[in-house]
């Protein structure tokens, strides 16, 4: 395992009441991996993975195997399968390589140790057309070289971000929205989410957990507010299908992982969905069981077993999900207003999902709504 320094520095402050309290600052001593002078270090290019040619010739008709591009959790599977917990995919079309990480520890390594205005690429497409669509010959637009938070990178982000961050992260500003939010979710015109549609289909497919759901549901009143199994639904929904497979980096320095040495330039994906589905994080990892999220520790299913790194839905560090909060609110809400009042069934076959920049379900919904 690559290890870093780390200096630890004690700081102590003194309360109105002048008693003392202590807390730790965490700095970084060097962002060098230490390596042991007797282990020689490879090449990221001989990192294991399929050539590009492995890859293309399932896309062809006929074509068989379990390098299935269209299925992205089940080609992120079988990657891990062939090659172990770290791979090379080889770059196309003008895309530089990308390494898939497996292992939760080596991620965390990496997005811990990132400096302040990290990469995430992965929206080439969108950025283009914000740039040279959208905001060319845009006379309302004040600054041309701003394409949002998804698409900018450096400076430019870090000034968009640290002016919306304040509003958005704030609990107090998001209970605000919280009485327009379930107007619209009594009106049943809000726009449903993947997140959403994954868990109504896996409520829908666990009647137990969808009557427990509604029970607590209808113990809410304006006293008791608890909703520790909405919340718990909703994290093993993001666990078993989450809005996007993982996180993704370009990595601004030279990180040495599994002694491969992965120079600055290189993408870097963190497979959450994948391992968040293997047996060695969480036991029963693809039967849907809200519990693991309430549990204490001490039981098989307890969630706190698993690294913190396995699942990580809204990202990390500081270029988590901005919107978590306001997606939380909506989804708690719309959740609520409608198993309070419908029972939700699901007939055909399983819901399928495509994979793009984030897992798109596609249809058909085959939701059946009847009065709870």
Sequence with gaps: MNTYLWEDCQLVCLRKDKKPFFFYLRTTATH??????????????????????????????????????????????ALYDHYGPIVKLDGFLGRPPIILLYDPEQCAQVLRSENWLPIRSGFQ???????????????????????????????????????????????????????????????????TSNTITASLYLL?????????????????????????????????SMRIMPVVSGNIREATKEYVIFGYSIPPGIGISFMHQAMSMMEEHY????????????????????????????NQPFGFGVR???????????????????????????FGPPMQTKVASINYITGPHNFIFKDA
């Design 320 to 346: 988590s999900c901005i919107g978590r909060r306001i997606a939380e609110l909506e989804i708690y809400t719309f959740l609520s207003r409608l198993i309070q009042n419908f029972r939700v069934e699901w």
């Design 32 to 77: 060098t991996p230490i390596v042991n002078s007797a282990q020689q270090t490879k090449s990221w290019k001989e990192i294991p993975g399929p050539s590009l040619w492995d890859l293309m010739k399932q896309a062809l008709p006929g074509a068989s195997g379990d390098l299935n591009l269209t299925d992205g959790l089940k080609l992120g599977q």
């Design 125 to 191: 497409s969108l950025d283009y057309y914000r740039r040279n669509k959208r905001n060319k010959g845009n006379e309302n637009q004040s600054n041309p070289d701003m394409t949002g938070l998804l698409t900018d990178h450096g400076e430019t982000w870090k000034k968009f971000r640290s002016t919306v961050n304040p509003v958005l992260l704030q609990p107090k500003t998001i209970k605000l929205y919280t009485s327009i939010i379930d107007e619209v979710a009594q009106d049943m015109i809000v726009r």
């Design 283 to 310: 036991p029963r990892p693809t039967e849907f069981l809200p519990e693991r999220w309430l549990v204490k520790k001490g039981d098989p299913l307890y969630h706190g077993n698993a690294h913190p790194f396995v």
């Design 204 to 236: 829908a497919n666990n009647q137990d957990k969808q009557d427990k759901l509604r029970a607590e549901i209808l113990s809410i009143t304006d006293e008791n507010q608890k909703r520790s199994y909405l919340r718990a639904c909703v994290k093993e």
